[in-house]
């Protein structure tokens, strides 16, 4: 089956960047849309970026500026490099893909900023 694994979380000082990495395994097709979810303690799941197959990006306002979001070499791989992070950024993120009209995350990563 379809498996996304992430990795590059951790803790971080204000101001600092991380890098967040994801790869899915289990398909020979390609990803129509990969993105980056995040949920903060006591809020719900939102949206940071994603990506298309043509590269088209998208992004929450609050990240604008400051992450970028870009697709690998090897099919189906996707990056979050996040800069100039804030407490405010403190949230598990979710690595997401599309998949021929299926949707997979990945387990979490936990992101620490502080202050």
């Known amino acids: 089956q379809v498996q996304l694994v992430e990795s590059g979380g951790g803790l971080v000082q204000a101001g600092g960047s991380l890098r967040l990495s994801c790869a899915a395994s289990?398909?020979?097709?390609?990803?129509?849309?990969m993105g980056w979810y995040r949920q903060a303690p006591g809020k719900q799941r939102e949206l940071v970026a994603d990506i298309t197959s043509g590269g088209s990006t998208n992004y929450v306002d609050s990240v604008k500026g400051r992450f970028t979001i870009s697709r690998g070499n090897r099919r189906n791989t996707v990056y979050l490099q996040m800069n100039s992070l804030k407490p405010e950024d403190i949230a598990v993120y979710y690595c997401w893909a599309s998949i021929l009209r299926n949707e997979y995350w990945g387990q979490g990563t936990q992101v620490t900023v502080s202050s």
């Open positions: 289990g398909t020979i097709f390609s990803a129509n849309t």
